[in-house]
């Protein structure tokens, strides 16, 4: 069963830095593509950033392009989006993707997600 | 910046058809967009129920359909049921620029 587990989510002041990760099992994570969406609160979904399978290319919403940096661990499995110069407006629940990209391209997997709340 | 642009919100009755859009600000809207129709109840994570224009996950009730329709990507929802009452979301690629969502559909049943 697949499953994406986000964490790391809280309260923090603007200008802040905070670091999120989703942990996946259930699937060989090494061989997928990731994603991170956002939804502000009574809001509709913003993609953020995608990541490739290997971590060698990535690329960014142009709301956070220069402040987010997306990574990955393949030995652990585990998905991160480092968030620096955090502004009110990034408060929203962050979801982290599993992405198929194989001939195809199918958002097929999300987690629960993780609630960002940037206030001083 | 690229606007991707689906109705605020459509009304259907139960048992009824209704098919939701999804149209580009760069222009007509093809298979190379993948579009991908994701489905969100209050309070739950998105869930996807296509990806690349027609094909369904394995979850996807057989009712829910995707195409192309006039240069916009749409779903379409057949034989309408009081649990399809949701928001309905999609997803078009733009190649290195990323991933732009619609702003979303309220689809009230």
């Known amino acids: 069963e697949v499953q994406l587990l986000e964490s790391g989510g809280g309260l923090i002041q603007p200008g802040g830095s905070l670091r999120l990760s989703c942990a996946a099992s259930g699937f060989n994570f090494r061989t997928y593509d990731m994603s991170w969406v956002r939804q502000a609160p009574g809001k509709g979904l913003e993609w953020v950033s995608s990541i490739n399978d290997n971590g060698r290319i990535a690329n960014y919403a142009d709301s956070v392009k220069g402040r987010f940096t997306i990574s990955r661990d393949n030995s652990k499995s585990t998905l991160y989006l480092q968030m620096n110069s955090l502004r009110a407006e990034d408060t929203a629940v962050y979801y982290c993707a599993k992405v198929d990209t194989a001939m195809v391209i199918n958002f097929d997997y999300w987690g629960q997600g993780t609630l960002v709340t940037v206030s001083s | 910046q690229t606007v991707v642009t689906q109705e605020p919100s459509l009304t259907v009755s139960p048992g009824g058809t209704v098919t939701l859009t999804c149209a580009s600000s760069?222009?007509?809207?093809?298979?190379?967009?993948?579009p991908n129709w994701f489905q969100q109840k209050p309070g739950q994570a998105p869930r996807t129920l296509i990806y690349?224009?027609?094909e369904k996950q394995s979850w996807t009730p057989a009712r829910f359909s995707g195409s192309l329709l006039g240069g916009k990507a749409a779903l379409t929802l057949s034989d309408v049921q009081p649990e399809d009452e949701a928001d309905y979301y999609c997803?078009?690629?733009?190649?290195?620029?990323?991933?732009?969502f619609g702003g979303g559909t309220k689809l009230t049943v």
């Open positions: 997803l078009l690629y733009y190649g290195g620029a990323g991933y732009v």
């Open positions: 690349s224009t027609t």
């Open positions: 760069t222009g007509a809207v093809t298979n190379v967009y993948f």
